[in-house]
């Protein structure tokens, strides 16, 4: 059965530094998504994209988060200058898009688990 | 902005005890999934719910969606240690034309042997 993967699974990095989480969606899914999950606390959308673009963010997505599709199989999250708060596992996730993703599944990746010291 | 609630956090049964969590929206949602996270796992998709009033079943566990599609649960019949986890509901806004999930705090499920 396709999955999503995410790579990779634990990052640890320095307060102020650029991270790049990457993940590849199931191969026929449009829609693609990341969420965090700060440790113990409840699943949280952050962005959603669809044809090369950004369809949806919240407002936890400012100006130090960006995403992109570099190429036909990856779909990366940014995050310009870290800070403590940052430290999280993030998830991908991906949705076929055929119904629109209004009622689509969304199938969600292994997670990377980011420590920002 | 929309929340979603979900009691109760925690539950701790005897294996073969029933077991229930709660979903509540702030606002009227198109639809509804429930997800189960395994310690350190990630978030594994069971059940979408779309219409008011319905009911769906797998094996032992049966959802609901409720008739003004504000509220779901999730019952789950003579529990097993396997169905040992955190259980998420995720709605979505009303209007159906988000992909965005909205997530309920979990309820963690322990089943004693």
């Known amino acids: 059965e396709p999955e999503v993967t995410q790579t990779p699974s634990h990052q640890v990095t320095q307060m102020g530094q650029e991270v790049i989480l990457r993940c590849v969606p199931i191969s026929n899914h449009l829609y693609f998504y990341w969420y965090r999950q700060i440790l113990g606390q409840k699943v949280e959308f952050l962005v959603s994209?669809?044809?090369?673009?950004?369809?949806?963010k919240s407002e936890i997505f400012d100006d130090q988060f960006s995403v992109e599709r570099p190429d036909g199989s990856n779909f990366t999250l940014k995050i310009r200058s870290t800070k403590l708060e940052d430290s999280a596992m993030y998830f991908c996730a991906s949705s076929r898009g055929a119904r629109g993703h209004g009622t689509d599944t969304q199938y969600f990746g292994p997670g990377t688990r980011l420590t920002v010291l | 902005g929309q929340q979603v609630m979900q009691i109760p956090q925690y539950q701790h049964v005897q294996e073969g005890e029933d077991f229930t969590t709660y979903c509540n929206s702030s606002t009227t949602l198109s639809n509804i999934q429930w997800y189960k996270q395994r310690p350190g796992g990630h978030p594994v998709f069971l059940i979408q719910?779309?219409?008011?009033?319905e009911v769906k079943k797998q094996k032992r566990l049966t959802f609901q969606f409720g008739e003004a599609k504000k509220n779901s649960s999730l019952h789950i019949t003579a529990t097993q240690t396997t169905d040992v986890g955190t259980y998420f509901c995720a709605g979505r806004g009303g209007s159906g034309n988000t992909g965005k999930l909205i997530f309920g705090q979990g309820t963690t499920l322990q089943v004693k042997p």
């Open positions: 994209f669809y044809n090369n673009e950004i369809s949806e």
């Open positions: 719910l779309v219409k008011s009033g």
